[in-house]
């Protein structure tokens, strides 16, 4: 449905993340034209944002946005990310990083992977890790970037950060306000809408106040104010595939005074995994689990036995519906975050979901009027995006011996989507991973959770065993020696911290 009144007023429904990612960027828009952005948040209603982890688009995130990478991590209690640690996933006492950045790089036109296969078969007993820069800084604690070293010879470092959400939301919402957007403080408890064109014509707030606006976009969280609530969109529910259902979040101290890892860490236990986000100063923890298999109490019990250090805060329990919305761009509604739609945060999506979102919106929008078009292109392509994340993430459940528990045995033995089936069978094969849509994850991230959880190469691209020996061993060897040479002369990840970008005392 089209509606061609020029777009003059933006409404961010909802703050937190979501809300302040889209206004900080949004903003922008206002620059050379009259274009007025509201945000109505309420301090009463809480986020559910604790520590988040990123992944490496998110650096671009605020490179657009022109933010200073030292301010930010200074304010918001950041640290640096190189990949993710996963721990008994594949069996109990397995543990693997799943990195960002490739292992070694392409030869003979293949993915490096079948290269070492071809040498692995032949005898060389290299774990593929020593061919990946961030699998073993991570390994050592270290961290530096790129421009750190600066040069051509030495390969590049690629990393995310770990955040606190809220401290980013707030200095999100000061970019944003100082590029003119308003905020309203106040709960909304009602919804108009067009009676002929079911388009969302303003929101009415508890203190009498009305927010009229031509675009709406819904950052309001699980309920979905707009989307679900008002024009009734209708979700999509993947419990069957990603049983998970609750998690009990819990901030904590670090009591040993150790650094913070620079790698965010995934620990599977009987019904779930445990996440540790390590911030500057402390961490973020939270224990995804399904109810069928575990009690709120047991799954709150296990997460306190498993922290490095005193709780700062209360638990927080969370209930969530695995899925998506039928659409996230109904009429002239676009939403955002945990209103789009929810997979747990296991491989670090969630802030790179909005940030795709916001991409998406700015690509598509038209301040001349919303368009059908629009709709169905956005609705397209995030469709696609959450398709490939959510058989990603079935993977790691998937992919799995462990069978000492009720969970594990559903999980190992489920139904997958037939995309995820065509994926493994292929690998198995010999190898083969095809990237399809511009999905997210790279042929290094689907091999280092297919290998790091047991899924065993069959053989490898035949192109691998035409190249020449002699010469291609050497350059492994080159490739072996460069890490080697940039991890032994990278500082500490904490001590790089304390000189590049110390946060701010907490109030």
Known sequence: MTQKKPIKKIVIVGGGTAGWMAAAVLSRLKTGRQL???????????T?????????????????????????????QGSFKLGIQFVNWGKQGDSYIHPFGAYGYEMGGISFHHVWHKFREAGDNRPIQVFNLETMAAHFGKFARTQDYARDDLPPVNYAYHLDAGRYAQFLRKYAEARGVVRHEGRINDVRLDGESGFVTSVQLENGGELEGELFIDCSGFRGLLIEQALQTGYEDWTHWLPCNRAVALPCNRDDGSPPPPYTRATAHSAGWQWQVPLQHRNGNGHVYCDAFM???????????????????DPNHLRFVTGRRKKFWNRNVVALGLSAGFMEPLESTSIHLINTGINKLVSLLSLDGVTQA????????????????????????????????KFWNYCRTMSVPDTLTEKLELFRMNGQIFREDDELFTETSWAAVMMGQGIVMGGHNAVADTLEEVSTRKELDEMEKSIRFVVQHMPGHGDYLKRYCPARAIA
């Open 374 to 405: 629009q709709e169905d292109a956005f609705n397209r392509l995030t469709a696609k995006e959450y398709a490939r994340i959510r058989d990603f993430l079935i993977l790691h459940y998937n992919a799995t011996s462990r069978d000492d528990s």
């Open 295 to 313: 009690s709120a109490d047991e799954a709150h019990d296990i997460l306190v036995s498993n922290i490095a250090g005193k709780p700062t805060a």
């Open 48 to 76: 559910v944002g604790v520590g988040e982890a990123t992944i490496p688009p998110f650096v671009d995130f605020n490179r657009l946005l022109e933010v200073d990478e030292r301010e930010m991590l200074a304010a918001s």
């Open 36 to 46: 007025d952005i509201a945000l109505v948040e309420s301090e009463a209603i809480g």
